[in-house]
Every structure is written in structure tokens, then in C-alpha cells.
């Protein structure tokens, strides 16, 4: 079992480039999420899917869009970059809201 | 709405020593509670969690949180560190009847040889 896997691991864009990021469970659960983590901050929720075909925002849902086409992935979408886009994304899976939730290693992001 | 609230953004402790890490939470509805942990350049993993029944619940590792319901609290103890403790700590909340988990700011807690 992988687990929860993302990639890329690290990038760098330019402001107004976009970029997808993919992130992959084998674990066969419902609910996937996506996180923005910044020091001081702790993590903050940008998306989430309770589902297949199911999205719904988070805390901090504005720049970003996401697709969960099948079970199994969830993808981060960042149409065009902002500077303050610029952190460590983690994308995370559970059984249920009252379940463990597993995180991926996280991919780092810069946006110059 | 809920919110965690974690005193303490540094922790530095000696090895050996006692070290208690703080968690408050604000919820109008019942919650489960969470400490995860995240060792350097790595995702966070589970540490323990509180559902129902006992309100002290202990981790593998000697970790031991205790929820207190009347100062809506769910501290983080361990009696003796090691160096190996060394990283970040979020406590965490979700609503019984919600799909997410809201986190803490975090506490890095550094142990001191």
C-alpha cells in the first residue's frame, strides 16, 4: 500500500502560470481534502470531496478549483498563481469525518 | 462555528522532563478531538483521538490527552520526552455531525538533549 501519494513533490512558478496538482489514495476512501500549511497558521482547508463526483469548499477556497472524476484521486487546480499561493499543500483521505485522516508527504510551492 | 485555540506556538523541554501541550477548542455542538503530529518534511500522522467513552486516551508511544468537556480542553502530556519527540503538534476538532477537521495553529515542541 502507498497510501496517500502527491506529486509533485516541489515547484516554482511564475505569477499568472497554472498548474495541477494530483494526489492519489489506495486505501478506498470516501472523503479526500486539500490543505494549504503556513507557518504560524497551521492548516487550513482550501477543498474537500465526501465522494466520488463531490466537491465542496473549504476555509480558503478562492484561486484554487478541484475534480474528484474517480474515487481513488483528487486534483488541485491553480488557474492562475499568486505569490501568496506560495506554500505546502497536503492533500489528506479518511473513511468518514470521524476517522483518521492520512496525509500525503505534501508538495512545496513557490510562486514567484 | 469551531475554532482551536493551541497556547503555545514553542515548547522547549529537556529530555526527560515532563511536557504538557495545550489545546482549547470552541464548539456549540459535540465534537471528536485529535492530536496529530508532524515530523520534520513530512505529512502529519495520527497521534491519538478522543470519540466517546473514557475521557483519557493514550497513544502508542506514552502520549496521553485528557478531554474535559466543562474547559472544552483536550491537553497533550507525555511524562518523560525524548529526542525523538521532537516536532509539530496540531490539535484538532470535528463536528459530529460535519465531514471536516479543523486544526490548531500548531506547537513545535523541541527537546533539548
Known amino acids: 500500500n502507498a497510501g496517500v501519494t502527491q506529486t509533485p513533490k516541489f515547484r516554482v512558478l511564475k505569477t499568472g502560470q497554472s498548474m495541477t496538482l494530483l494526489c492519489a489514495q489506495d486505501m478506498n476512501h470516501e472523503y479526500m481534502y486539500w490543505y494549504r500549511q503556513d507557518p504560524g497558521m497551521g492548516l487550513r482547508l482550501i477543498h474537500y470531496?465526501?465522494?466520488?463526483?463531490?466537491?465542496a469548499k473549504g476555509e480558503v477556497p478562492d484561486g484554487y478549483n478541484v475534480s474528484r472524476l474517480k474515487k481513488q484521486n483528487f486534483l488541485l487546480g491553480l488557474e492562475s498563481a499568486a505569490p501568496s499561493q506560495t506554500s505546502v499543500y497536503f492533500c489528506a483521505s479518511g473513511a468518514s469525518g470521524r476517522n483518521e485522516q492520512f496525509f500525503g508527504p505534501g508538495t512545496r510551492l513557490t510562486v514567484l | 462555528a469551531q475554532s482551536v485555540t493551541q497556547l503555545d506556538s514553542q515548547v522547549p523541554v529537556f529530555e526527560e522532563a515532563p511536557v504538557e501541550l495545550r489545546c482549547n477548542y470552541s464548539?456549540?455542538?459535540?465534537?471528536?478531538l485529535f492530536w496529530y503530529v508532524q515530523y520534520p518534511n513530512q505529512g502529519l500522522q495520527l497521534l491519538l483521538k478522543y470519540l466517546s467513552g473514557s475521557t483519557l486516551v493514550e497513544s502508542i508511544n506514552g502520549f496521553e490527552a485528557e478531554f474535559n468537556k466543562s474547559q472544552t480542553s483536550f491537553h497533550l502530556r507525555k511524562p518523560s520526552v525524548h529526542i525523538s519527540d521532537t516536532a509539530e503538534y496540531f490539535c484538532?476538532?470535528?463536528?459530529?455531525?460535519?465531514?471536516?477537521?479543523?486544526f490548531g495553529p500548531g506547537t513545535s515542541l523541541s527537546v533539548i538533549p
Open positions: 470531496s465526501v465522494g466520488e463526483g463531490t466537491t
Open positions: 464548539s456549540s455542538v459535540s465534537v471528536y
Open positions: 484538532a476538532v470535528s463536528p459530529t455531525s460535519y465531514d471536516k477537521v479543523i
